[in-house]
């Protein structure tokens, strides 16, 4: 087998939109060797790694994984369990909440072991990687190198044939590097059949593997092994050689930097640290960390991610108020609230952080007025900075649109715009092609050389840190040396500055490294993918509900709306649904006053609607406190009412009522006439007797399965449906647009974990939780709303758990649309409220509707839970009178998760 | 703080969203089709409300009864059996349900009075309670006729003149459009300025403010003043294009008043969305905060149902918040015209609310800040 090729691709080509990722990229990798993809960001290294996983579908050209064609389903089902992949960005994969143990367990239900085969394989590789003693640690808070071991015995849970490794190292301390490839190392010698292929941006690391593919755009520049590639090329180094590979029009303009030595030492310090201690709770980031920075100087930081760099800097630049020690700058204490010494300091923070929302020359603009410089300086100066940076070409340009070096220089121009004597640069470089990066130096010396600015730069590599005047090693918050970085290897007897730090990082820790002498794991006593070749395993699928399960539970924000929001919803709709119309407030401009005016307005202010004000004095009074909003209602009764009522004159009374709510004024309309006419009634009655009164007919009206007419009563019920659709589809959609938009979808790609398991899976927590809620809501209608429930509750209960089913299922499919959890929230508000508040008879009765309307009434569930709710709740009814709305509810759940899985995709695309 | 930069900096939030086309989206949205639709798809209480017959007479004057209900206010009656009309009023399939008895006729024109029954499915609110009114009166109006028994009515004793203030025609269309500017004004402030605040934060860019001579009161007034000045030019739009012009609504009060009163309201609700935006963290976690939060303001508010309606608790409760009084503003500026002597005490409550949210906000800013 060690003969054979692993992969080979003939002219794979794949693009994004209009951005070629891949441009016929033909290759042959060899079977059990150590592959290196080496290039800068975005040369196509990760999408290449993501075809061969058979995480991303292809597109154009051939490519043959393990001896089989990667287009056929069938051979990725059947090579999926031998393939292994670890994708880029620390612990992309993992679930950040879960612990060290239920994040590899979680991998190893998906892979069809049992229990004690997991238990067994799990302890064996946390000992290998040393991370036995942080079992129940969750993943998010262990430190970049720690992850990335994580990630490591995720993928190696299974015991695959083909490890992929995307950029595994980047950003994590040398020792950790060190001990990761170790750790690789013995892996491959337990199982030499094995083939590892990995993507690095460390040339260094690189120059260590077996064979190596150099990509640039899309393409490969070359393939061999290091040394083959140093000779083809005639240069010293693996960095040199790729440099010299890369076509003339890249590497026009690169020369190697060079820094001419500081000729003297500045007597005065620009920046001076001393015991400068940041805790957060318990956890110390930087623990008594001095240092000196005499004016000028080009000072490195050289650490690990997470290890206090990044906090040292705030601390300086007074972002983060210190705990203890001080920092000075030009002798003066760096004080949070002090603005002046901000005027003197450039920063350039880790991550690319200017305004995408503004043009290059906008970001300009803004932080010159910022920095206050004097309206006349800003052209020129905005001016100078564009040539000095090579930015003139740019200026109207977005910087999202603009490639990361230019954005760089675009930071770096930022930074130096109000001209400081101090520059803090964290991590400049991160993920620039060498080529960028070298000019991106050039300027720093000259900024330091020609202008005097004193620059602070930390870095993770070792080729910049050899740049610095000085440098100090850092690591858990401490600072381990400090001193020219020649200096400092030849102190060692080291023959790098990698070694060297190793060496201080080792003795720091007070022990080699645990796991070097701990064995390599073990490869699984038998070879399975039996049970895993399985269409559908249960224990996959309770694998993924599990972890949701965990996940919610420890997501606050999340979990509240699972639990309460559903009850948050219904008591503020229950509460403010109500219709009834009461205690309305109304005045009387009486200009009769008689016996009979008072019996009208009697009438009035008995009832139980009315409630009687001060009376009128006149119309101003009447038009003011009707716009103070204190009257609904005010009547007028003319002079000589009762007068002229006995003797059979016609007489007006004016009502005016307040009309700002046309809803509640026309209730108020119908109570006032209503009672007139009842008024006039008993009057004739008493003067002509009954038979005055009746008419042609009578119409007897029952108002039937509510007598009382409450709105609570006929409400409640209809509005139980709404809520069990909203957000249980929401959090269904989320559960599945969360993984999308956090990477770990990828899981799902990569493990044979199939589509309706990882659906039934997402969908079964939610189903629990959303049938939970439909308990307490209806707890909360018939005790709260008192609501009378007549009907069978058996009845209602089981409809009740098939619709919450049917609502997740459908948030399943809206997920399929959905990209990010943002537009997931929205989209799924309002697409589920819609048809649920027009469409399933809330308001209009389903058989009143016509067209599209009537159309998806009869195909949404909540038309049917309608009924049901209804039926139960109102009007007394049970199964043989509901089974007609139950039945549609019972067929829409297969349907619905038939729909979610075919448009669920197994791949990327 | 520092006016100059204050400025500078929301002038930098106003680009930004003019070049978010989600957000601009949004703004646009609100202010025009959102306030278009609520005014004029009002929904009528009767609209082919379903009705069905047990017609047991089969005689002139009950098929006339029958031939009278017609859309757009029912649907075209169903003859029915008496025995099926339990079973279609049971599966929600008619509101109204007409029992006409046998010998109707004959006993209307033999003066005995005969009795009809009318089964209303009380469950259906608004339905029930208009329709019910509606069906009474096409049945007494069509007997009336029938029996073309012009009797010489007596006048009326006593008139009562109804006249509606402020929205005489009662047209509900005119507080829809009106409700629908306060509900969008609220949403935007809250979106606006938490998704500003957010989409910092996620940028990384946060930080780098934090570096400059720029204090976080200074960041986060930039925040308010220049969302909120873009939902006030949206709610005058609004207001003045697309309530005046557009949909003739007649605007009462006093245009200035009511932007004064928005502002207030702005300062309160988008004090409330940077608060929410720390809470939050990210986008998808505001976004679900927002539905816990905007719900509950908007529906209790007063601006869908009468405040009056709700429980006492409910409506003491919901004095603190700022959507119950800017609902209590509008309505007033707007529908009786009131003035500044009116609303004052709306005012201060605005003004109030505003300040301690705006306290309680800038207190966590600073600690996410940390």
Redesign the interface.
Known sequence: MAAASVVRSGAVTLSYGAVRALDTVSLDIPAGRMVGLIGPDGVGKSSLLALISGARAMQQGELQVLGGDMRSTMHRQAVCPRIAYMPQGLGKNLYQTLSVFENVDFFGRLFGLDRAEREARITDLLTATGLERFRDRPAGKLSGGMKQKLGLCCALIHDPDLLILDEPTTGVDPLSRRQFWDLIDRIRAGRPGMSVIVATAYMEEAAGFDWLVAMNAGQVLATGTPAELRQQTGAADLDAAFIALLPEADRMGHRRVEIPPLDHVASDYAIEAEGLTMRFGDFTAVDDVSFQIPRGEIFGFLGSNGCGKTTTMKMLTGLLSASEGHARLFGQEVKPQDIAIRRRVGYMSQAFSLYGELTVAQNLDLHARLFKLDEARITPRIREMAERFDLTDVMGVRPDALPLGIRQRLSLAVAMIHAPDILILDEPTSGVDPVARDAFWQILAELSRKDGVTIFVSTHFMNEAMLCDRISLMHAGRVLVSDQPQAIVEAHGAATLEDAFIDYLEAAIGETDAAAEAPAPTGPKQNRGAPSRRIFDPRRMFSYAMRETMELRRDPIRGTLAILGSLILMLVIGLGINMDVEDLSFAVLDHDDSKISQDYVNQLSGSRYFIEQSPLLDYAEMDRRMREGRLDLALEIPPHFGRDLLRGKDVEIGAWIDGANPTRAETVQGYVQGMHAYWLTERAREEYGDAAVAGDFSLQLRYRYNPDIKSLVAMVPAVIPLLLMLIPAMLSTLSVVREKELGSITNLYVTPVTRLEFLLGKQLPYTAIATLNFFLITAVAIFIFKVPFTGSFLVYVLSGILYVSAATALGLVVSAFMKSQLAAVFATAMGTLLPAVQFSGLIDPVSSLQGLGAVISRIYPTTYFMTIARGAFSKGLGFADLAASIWPLVLTIPVLLAIATALMRKQEK | MDL??IL??GI?EI??LL??PIMMFLVVFSFTVQIYTSATAV?ETL????ISVVDEDDSPVSNRIIQAFQPPYF?PPVLITQGEMD?R???????FALDIPPG?QRD?LA?K?????????????????SG?GY??QI??AE??EF?N?YRSSE??????????????T???G??QAIMGISDSVTLLALVLAGAALIRERE???I?????????PLEIMVSKIWSMSLVVLVGTAFSLVVMCEWLLGIPVNGSLALFLLGTALHLFATASLGIFLATV?GS??????????VL??LQ??SGA???R????QL?QDIMLFAPNTHYV?LS??VL????GLD?IWPQMIWLAGIGAALFSISLHYFRRFL?
Do not use: C
């Open positions: 100059v930069n500078n900096l930098k680009r930004g070049r978010d929904i609209n082919r409300a379903p649907t079973r009023m049971d599966e929600g399939r008619d509101t109707f209307l003066g009075v005969p009795e009809i029954q009318l089964n209303v499915d009380a469950t259906r609110m608004a339905q029930a309670f019910s069906v009474q049945v007494a007997v009336n029996l028994h006048p009326p004793s006593a008139d009562l003149v109804l006249r509606a203030r402020y929205n005489p009662l047209n509900g005119w507080f940028h990384g860019t930080e780098h403010l934090l570096v400059m001579p720029v204090t939050a986008m998808p976690q505001f976004g679900i905060l927002m539905i816990l719900l509950p529906v209790l869908q149902t009468p009056e309606s709700m429980p409910v209590i309505q007033s529908f009786r015209g009131a009116v940390k």
